[in-house]
């Protein structure tokens, strides 16, 4: 069983461009949560979503960054207009269930870098 | 809201010595609580989790840890550190209510000596 597949695991972007993070949940998983890892700093929560549902945002800066988990495909993380305060590692997990004490699954991050 | 501390950013340790990584959460209700350990340039790996039952969890590669509700502490725990467990140790939790988001301590990167 694959796990959780996260590309590109290295974006460069210049200031003002846009960057689009894909995540594919591990098989059978309709449960989808993203995570920024700032430098030195442990996980932060973004958003989670089930399919074509955002659930809860409540991580999200309020401008720029978006997140959709649609029916077919990959979730998808949207940064537009990156400024190099976004520099960091994003995360995606997956959980088969949303009760509280399942396990999230993990991928390998992207590593986004705002020159 | 819910908030976990973990105590020493970097601890070291020698080869063969007690590794001993601490967390201690903040939570009006019981837990859930997780311990994940991030290799260089790697996603997290669940080493070992506790929901309800046995407060002493054993988990992967010799690690366990023990919940204690009266020191709302959940302290990571291996009798003989390895060279491989250097890595960085997270501590996080989840509890009932309107999130099922994981909230993460900082973090311990873990050091072993030869």
């Known amino acids: 069983n694959a796990g959780v597949m996260q590309n590109p695991r290295h974006l460069v972007r210049r200031r003002g461009q846009e960057a689009r993070l894909r995540c594919s949940p591990m098989k059978g998983h309709s449960h989808v949560y993203w995570y920024r890892q700032l430098p030195e700093e442990g996980l932060k929560f973004m958003v989670y979503l089930q399919k074509e549902n955002i659930i809860d945002e409540s991580g999200m800066p309020k401008e720029r960054f978006s997140a959709e988990f649609p029916k077919e495909g990959p979730s998808i993380l949207r940064i537009q207009q990156v400024v190099r305060g976004d520099s960091a590692a994003y995360f995606c997990a997956s959980s088969p269930t949303a009760a509280y004490q399942e396990t999230q699954y993990f991928g390998p991050g992207t590593r986004l870098l705002v020159l | 809201a819910q908030s976990v501390t973990q105590l020493g950013s970097h601890v070291s340790v020698s080869e063969g010595a007690l590794v001993l990584l601490r967390c201690n959460y903040s939570s009006s209700v019981p837990p859930y609580l997780f311990w994940y350990v991030q290799y260089p340039n790697q996603g997290l790996q669940l080493l070992l989790k506790?929901?309800?039952?046995?407060?002493l969890v054993k988990g992967i590669n010799g690690f366990e840890a023990e919940f204690k509700k009266s020191e709302t502490s959940f302290h990571l725990t291996k009798p003989s550190a390895h060279m491989s467990d250097a890595a960085e140790y997270f501590c996080?939790?989840?509890?009932?209510?309107?999130?099922?988001?994981?909230?993460f301590g900082s973090g311990t990167q873990l050091t072993v000596l030869p």
């Open positions: 996080a939790v989840s509890k009932s209510g309107s999130a099922r988001q994981l909230t």
């Open positions: 506790y929901t309800t039952g046995a407060t």
